[in-house]
């Protein structure tokens, strides 16, 4: 089952570039409290929205919904806010121990359900030649 860090990946892609809910919105044309409702987890944009957002962050919807990005560190200063000032650069949590970890124990958790995965297929595989 996949897991869903959309809510936190928004939260922490916005305060990785130091701006509020506010004027994340007023740059998009999306309400501050519709903000909060996605950094909550209560709701989740509609394509168009979802889009304008990962546009933004200079990422793809997959990555926004399925990817801690909070451990693979922020969108970096290539993002300029409104008059042209420069984003804060998010710290690169690749590049701290934690950070570290936190990778490796994900990278093994995925390497597990692969693993998992692919013995379940051999069994499906194996079943529906039996039944034959």
Do not use: W
Not at 22 to 48: D, F, Q, T
Not at 64 to 91: C, F, H, I, N, Q
Not at 104 to 113: D, F, I, P, T
């Amino acid at each position: 089952m996949l897991t869903i860090y959309f809510h936190k990946n928004i939260k922490h892609l916005r305060n990785s570039l130091g701006i509020s809910q506010n004027k994340l919105g007023e740059m998009l044309g999306i309400k501050r409290g519709r903000l909060a409702s996605y950094e909550r987890g209560v709701s989740y944009p509609e394509m168009p929205t979802m889009l304008k957002l990962c546009n933004f962050f200079k990422t793809d919807p997959t990555t926004l919904l399925y990817t801690d990005m909070s451990v693979l560190g922020g969108v970096g200063a290539r993002v300029e806010l409104m008059g042209g000032e420069k984003a804060k650069p998010a710290a690169n949590r690749v590049g701290d121990a934690d950070g570290l970890k936190q990778c490796h124990e994900q990278v093994a958790a995925l390497q597990r359900e692969m693993a998992l995965k692919d013995e379940i297929i051999a069994l499906l595989k194996d079943k529906v030649k039996d039944d034959k």
